[in-house]
């Protein structure tokens, strides 16, 4: 059974910084691209950065330049290190496995607790 267990969210002021950690379990990480996704209240769930096996990142136009998605195969773990944090940024921020099909990646069916994140004043 796929488990994903989100950490490191909190309060922090705008231009803070946070860094996220999610450990995956019942994956063969290594070979999994993982991605980061965040929920806002009355909003629909969004992808913020995409890392796949081999490396490559993509990001969110709003959080390009200010978020960074690492992963540690070791570890099992993906990270996303979020600076110059803003109010926008505020929502709950889950991790998942990107299902590649050939054409494109598809979220896997198990989402985790998420961890909420609020950046304000």
């Known amino acids: 059974q796929v488990q994903l267990v989100e950490s490191g969210g909190g309060l922090v002021q705008p231009g803070g910084s946070l860094r996220l950690s999610c450990v995956a379990s019942?994956?063969?990480?290594?070979?999994?691209?993982m991605g980061w996704y965040r929920q806002a209240p009355g909003k629909q769930r969004e992808l913020v950065a995409r890392?796949?096996?081999?490396?490559?990142?993509n990001y969110e136009d709003s959080v390009k330049g200010r978020f960074t998605i690492s992963r540690d195969n070791v570890k099992k773990t993906v990270y996303l290190q979020m600076n110059s944090l803003k109010p926008e940024d505020t929502a709950v921020y889950y991790c998942n496995i990107d299902r590649w099909d050939g054409l494109g990646y598809r979220s896997g069916d198990y989402w985790g607790q998420g961890t909420q994140v609020t950046v304000s004043s």
């Open positions: 890392i796949t096996s081999g490396g490559i990142t």
């Open positions: 019942g994956i063969i990480f290594r070979l999994n691209a």
